[in-house]
């Protein structure tokens, strides 16, 4: 398969070598970490002084390092004395105890350590307690809608960003017939059965597996809808499923460590201060959303909106939260060091109440940090209303910063 750089994590990951710090490079499976992994082992190579111990757990040559003494015993038969060795390890959570062997390599002179996993405990637990800070995460998102034209050699235009949203931006898509809707969602439902199986039902104690696939299924219907456990385990009752708050906290938090979903709390935008009830959950990929769903893409367009609109201020760089006000919701409110903006999502400004509604609650802000609305109206005004741009989804996407 060719290998099509994507240069900005490419840049970022060069500019932490020599640091002293363990790079993790952290994502869904199937988001490109390995190809990012390839990449680098690539430009390392040219290196004359480059001495490359690149282990890849989820190949079989690799089957017999199993702990960290497996682990040490074979960095120390590859490494090189007076070379640059450049220990890469993809999916270290699979190694037991991994944490003890970076510990040993991470700060030797002429040595970086860069690994790759695909569950968020890998940054939790022993991890951050052994090397108290001494890591640094880099994590890699599916593709954005200018990288998926480029995978997918498509040119900018309304029905190329409809396929965006539609079957999202995992890498591998790029090899199949997009068009051929049925073996697409067959590759994402492959997708998401491998993370369940492999990072899910092989890590937890997953003794309820039916519900575990109901709460997915729950949660793409709900897209931007605030609920808490309370709500869902309520609604499952319903449903005459009988699941604990807790149970269905543990699962939420399951498919969360699994990045399948991500978890948003709410900001009071007046009072400046995180709230702890009731949180909105997003996708990671859009694709794996819309293959969990047998919903009318026309009636989920709003939700796909808001879903991609997150996922770019993700790729951004900024924390995000949903937004409360007195008498209303933003969105999302994004904030990167001492920049924020604040963001509304729709589909369409077609009535006079949604033009309220959209641009009536950024007006309530009175602050002049960015304010955005978001749409896929045909017509879009650049212009400033009351300090407010409006912007069509497809210029926001290509948009580098804000």
Same mark, same amino acid.
């Given at each position: 398969m060719e290998l099509i750089n994507r240069q900005a994590y490419i840049d970022k990951i060069t500019n932490l070598i020599g640091r002293n710090l363990i790079i993790c490079i952290t994502g869904q499976r199937r988001v490109g970490k390995s190809c990012l992994m390839r990449t680098l082992v690539s430009e390392w190579n040219a290196n004359n002084d480059a001495n490359i111990i690149y282990i890849d757990k989820e190949k079989s040559d690799f089957d017999g390092i199993r702990n960290h003494t497996d682990l040490n015993a074979y960095i120390d038969s590859q490494s090189t004395a007076g070379a640059h060795n450049y220990i890469l390890i993809d999916e270290v959570q699979l190694i037991d105890g991994f944490e003890r062997s970076l510990c040993n390599y991470y700060d030797r002179d002429g040595f970086d350590v860069v690994v790759?996993?695909? $569950?968020?405990?890998?940054?939790?637990?022993?991890?951050?307690?052994?090397?108290?800070?001494?890591?640094?995460? &880099?994590?890699?998102?599916?593709? #954005?809608?200018?990288?998926? %034209?480029? *995978?997918?050699?498509?040119?900018?235009?309304? +029905?190329?960003?409809?396929?965006?949203?539609?079957? @999202?931006?995992?890498?591998? %898509?790029?090899?199949? /017939?997009?068009? $051929?809707?049925?073996?697409?969602? !067959?590759?994402?439902? #492959? &997708?998401?059965?491998?993370?369940?199986l492999k990072d899910i039902l092989g890590r937890e104690q997953v003794r309820n597996v039916a519900f575990l696939e109901n709460l997915s299924r729950f949660v793409a219907d709900n897209i931007g809808k605030l609920f808490s456990a309370n709500s869902i385990s309520k609604y499952m009752q319903h449903e005459r499923e009988n699941v604990s708050q807790p149970l269905v906290r #543990?699962?939420?938090?399951?498919?969360?460590?699994?990045?399948?979903?991500?978890?948003?709390?709410?900001?009071?935008?007046?009072?400046?201060?995180?709230?702890?009830?009731?949180?909105?959950?997003? *996708?990671?990929? %859009? @694709?794996?959303?819309n293959a969990l769903? +047998?919903?009318?893409?026309?009636?989920?367009?709003?939700?796909?909106?808001? $879903?991609?609109?997150?996922?770019?201020?993700?790729?951004? @760089?900024?924390?995000?939260? &949903? @937004?409360?006000?007195?008498?209303?919701?933003?969105?999302?409110?994004?904030?990167?060091? !001492? !920049?924020?903006?604040?963001?509304?999502?729709?589909?369409?400004?077609?009535?006079?109440?949604? &033009?309220?509604?959209? *641009?009536?609650? %950024?007006?309530?802000?009175?602050? $002049?940090?960015?304010?955005? =609305? =978001?749409?896929?109206? /045909?017509?879009? #005004?650049e212009a400033n209303f009351e300090g407010i741009r409006h912007l069509h989804l497809r210029t926001f996407l290509k948009k580098e910063q804000l």
């Open positions: 790759t996993g695909s $569950n968020a405990k890998m940054l939790s637990g022993e991890l951050a307690t052994l090397l108290s800070g001494r890591y640094i995460e &880099v994590h890699v998102y599916g593709l #954005s809608y200018p990288e998926f %034209l480029t *995978f997918h050699r498509m040119e900018d235009s309304d +029905s190329s960003l409809v396929k965006f949203l539609n079957i @999202g931006g995992l890498p591998n %898509l790029a090899l199949l /017939p997009v068009d $051929n809707a049925e073996m697409v969602r !067959d590759y994402l439902s #492959s &997708v998401y059965s491998t993370i369940v #543990s699962y939420m938090d399951f498919l969360c460590n699994a990045f399948i979903l991500n978890r948003v709390n709410r900001y009071d935008i007046h009072g400046k201060q995180l709230l702890s009830t009731n949180e909105k959950y997003y *996708f990671e990929d %859009l @694709g794996l959303r769903t +047998s919903g009318n893409r026309a009636v989920d367009i709003e939700k796909l909106i808001e $879903n991609a609109v997150y996922l770019h201020l993700l790729r951004l @760089g900024y924390k995000v939260y &949903v @937004g409360t006000l007195r008498n209303g919701e933003v969105d999302f409110v994004a904030s990167k060091g !001492d !920049d924020t903006v604040y963001i509304q999502a729709t589909y369409l400004l077609s009535e006079e109440s949604t &033009v309220k509604r959209e *641009f009536g609650n %950024l007006e309530e802000i009175k602050n $002049n940090y960015p304010k955005y =609305v =978001v749409s896929m109206d /045909p017509f879009q #005004s």
